[in-house]
């Protein structure tokens, strides 16, 4: 693994961060099944995946838990976001200070709202009921995948996870993503098509250590 030169940070995203975070989220997710069906025109997926990430990652509610890798030159290249044990779901209030940057990401498209609605609903209903911390985002910059950054945010939550001896929960709408997660413990659980005509939506589960 390529990790010479990365560090792993736990401190909160500030402003600077944040901003890195989102536009590392937007690219790893750019070519994702599910918001290329979102957004299908490339400029507005760009533009709206920036305000989604934002938002998710700007009011993270007071138990969700960030880390980070950066680079030698100190920039994000990858972020990871958990939600511990009966973090899920989110407050309300939490809820409702990510909704004004989430509606304006998808506002130009009331069928990309709909869609957004109905996905949420449909992953909401099959969550994990066990105790569980949730990886709600993995995000790693395209041209550094594969190179060990992913594997420094997720073996360093799921040292958090172990400690605590609870399971460990999470979604993706990319199909190559399973044999991924799986190297790491995490084994198929449902498979849903949520939105007649467009991508799958897997859930996965890795049980307790």
């Not at 901003?19 to 099944?33: G, S």
């Not at 040292?159 to 979604?171: A, K, T």
């Amino acid at each position: 693994m390529a990790t010479d030169g990365l560090r792993l940070d736990e401190h909160p995203l500030d402003r600077t961060t944040l901003r890195e975070a989102a536009l590392v989220a937007r690219a790893a997710f750019f070519t994702d099944p599910f918001y290329e069906f979102l957004f299908p025109d490339e400029r507005f997926r760009s533009r709206g995946l920036s305000m989604f990430f934002r938002a998710v990652l700007g009011h993270l509610g007071p138990r969700a838990r960030t880390a980070t890798v950066r680079n030698a030159a100190g920039h994000v290249v990858g972020v990871a976001l958990w939600l511990p044990t009966g973090a899920y779901p989110q407050s309300a209030r939490t809820q409702l200070s990510q909704l004004p940057g989430l509606l304006r990401s998808m506002r130009r498209s009331p069928r990309s709202i709909a869609h957004g609605n109905t996905l949420f609903a449909a992953s909401a209903k099959v969550h994990s009921k066990e105790p569980h911390w949730y990886l709600q985002l993995l995000a790693v910059m395209p041209p550094l995948q594969r190179e060990g950054i992913g594997s420094m945010l997720l073996e360093h939550g799921l040292g958090m996870v172990d400690e605590e001896g609870v399971g460990s929960y999470l979604e993706t709408q990319n199909q190559e993503n399973l044999a991924y997660y799986r190297s790491f413990g995490y084994r198929l659980r449902d498979t849903l098509n949520p939105i007649a005509g467009g991508p799958v939506l897997y859930t996965m589960w890795r049980p307790p250590r």
